[in-house]
């Protein structure tokens, strides 16, 4: 699908819930993909893009950032605690929150910098074993947590079971941001973006269907 496709197809799915497609951000999850297919996407004038590591994003982005000055990078896939300095320095957003050390140790680098990405604590709605993520039993816990440590918790983050159907757990993410206070909710991809922004959704991250297969 086109850049333009995605954008109307999240449009549309935005109107049919009532919503303002206004409030749902577009996150180009360009991991792992060449730079001949990300340089079309930003010439297109899109300028929010997830990566997972945070090694490739610095590679990348640092060149290509300063040619498409307001590029807003988002590292969303899981975050090394001796990898956090060089996160926070390059994210505009961290949707991989995820664990009481990782929060003691953004919480430290926030009070070195004066300032920190935007948080968003993952999720494990289905407490896949293999998956990373906070257990749903534990995530009010685990946001108060964060408040205490004065960290800029804005919202919650999930990727549903492959094998189960999404709506439940986007649900599930939706009444536990709700009942937190929190008002961000990053979840849906390229295979259920529009049932996520039917439910909330704030932030999707869209990969394949932008940039193709990953090689």
Same mark, same amino acid.
């Given at each position: &699908?086109?850049?333009?496709?995605?954008?109307?197809? #999240?449009?549309?799915?935005?109107?049919?819930?009532?919503?303002? $497609?206004?409030?749902?951000?577009?996150?180009?999850?360009?991991?792992?993909? $060449?730079?001949?297919?990300?340089?079309?996407?930003?010439?297109?004038?899109?300028?929010?893009?997830?990566?997972?590591?945070?090694?490739?994003?610095?590679?990348?982005?640092?060149?290509?950032?300063?040619?498409?000055?307001?590029?807003?990078?988002?590292?969303?896939?899981?975050?090394?605690?001796?990898?956090?300095?060089?996160?926070?320095?390059?994210?505009?957003? #961290?949707h991989?929150?995820?664990?009481?050390?990782?929060?003691?140790?953004?919480?430290?680098?926030?009070?070195?910098?004066?300032?920190?990405?935007?948080?968003?604590?993952?999720?494990?709605?289905?407490a896949?074993?293999?998956?990373?993520?906070?257990l749903?039993?534990?995530?009010?816990?685990?946001?108060?947590?964060?408040?205490?440590?004065?960290?800029?918790?804005?919202g919650?983050?999930?990727?549903?079971?492959?094998?189960?159907?999404?709506?439940?757990?986007?649900?599930?993410?939706?009444? &536990?941001?709700?009942?937190?206070?929190?008002?961000?909710?990053?979840?849906? &991809?390229?295979?259920?973006?529009?049932?996520? #922004?039917?439910?909330?959704?704030?932030?999707?991250?869209?990969?394949?269907? #932008?940039?193709?297969?990953?090689?």
């Amino acid at each position: &699908m086109s850049l333009d496709r995605i954008r109307s197809s #999240i449009d549309t799915a935005a109107s049919a819930a009532g919503r303002d $497609p206004g409030e749902v951000t577009l996150i180009a999850v360009s991991k792992m993909q $060449p730079e001949d297919r990300v340089l079309p996407v930003l010439e297109a004038g899109h300028r929010v893009f997830g990566e997972n590591r945070v090694q490739e994003a610095q590679t990348r982005w640092g060149s290509l950032a300063p040619r498409f000055p307001g590029v807003e990078l988002h590292v969303i896939g899981p975050l090394q605690t001796n990898k956090a300095r060089a996160a926070v320095e390059i994210a505009h957003a #961290i949707h991989s929150l995820d664990r009481p050390r990782l929060a003691e140790t953004l919480a430290r680098l926030a009070q070195e910098r004066g300032a920190c990405p935007k948080l968003y604590v993952q999720v494990n709605t289905g407490a896949e074993p293999q998956k990373a993520g906070v257990l749903p039993d534990e995530a009010d816990r685990f946001v108060a947590r964060c408040h205490e440590l004065d960290l800029p918790v804005v919202g919650l983050m999930c990727i549903p079971p492959a094998e189960e159907e999404p709506g439940p757990h986007f649900d599930m993410l939706r009444e &536990m941001a709700a009942r937190n206070g929190l008002a961000g909710l990053s979840m849906g &991809m390229s295979g259920d973006f529009e049932a996520a #922004i039917a439910r909330g959704a704030t932030h999707v991250r869209v990969g394949s269907a #932008i940039f193709g297969a990953r090689d």
